[in-house]
């Protein structure tokens, strides 16, 4: 899967600081932004338990982002092969 929109890795941290700040501050999200959908599940979670949020919540929200980016670098990195052809050494998805 590809996420991030062509955003440079920079650019998809400062995108998801900007909504977990927001999330956690209680401002609305912004929905779209090329995060992926398992940290907009996450960021969606962390604004509405606001502000109720735990720890927990906010690890969740950046182990989301952080494998979502792996993901996203990932295909940056092999264009050209299909998800299903990329074969990471000890990695099970």
Same mark, same amino acid.
Not at 48 to 60: C, K, R, V
């Given at each position: ?5 062509? @955003?440079?890795? !920079?650019?998809? @941290?400062?995108?998801? *600081?900007?909504?977990? &700040? ?15 959908? !398992?940290?907009?599940? /996450? ?5 509405? /338990? @606001?502000?109720?949020?735990? !720890? ?11 494998? *979502? &980016?792996?993901?996203?670098?990932? !295909? ?6 299909? $998800? $299903? ?9």
């Amino acid at each position: 899967m590809k996420f991030g929109g062509g @955003h440079t890795a !920079d650019a998809r @941290h400062s995108t998801f *600081e900007t909504e977990l &700040s927001a999330a956690t501050g209680g401002r609305p999200l912004r929905m779209h932004v090329g995060l992926g959908p !398992d940290t907009d599940s /996450a960021l969606i979670t962390i604004a509405l /338990a @606001h502000p109720d949020i735990t !720890d927990d919540m906010i690890a969740t929200a950046r182990r989301a982002f952080l494998t *979502e &980016s792996a993901v996203t670098d990932i !295909d940056s990195a092999f264009p050209e092969l299909p $998800e $299903e052809q990329i074969d990471l050494p000890g990695a099970a998805l």
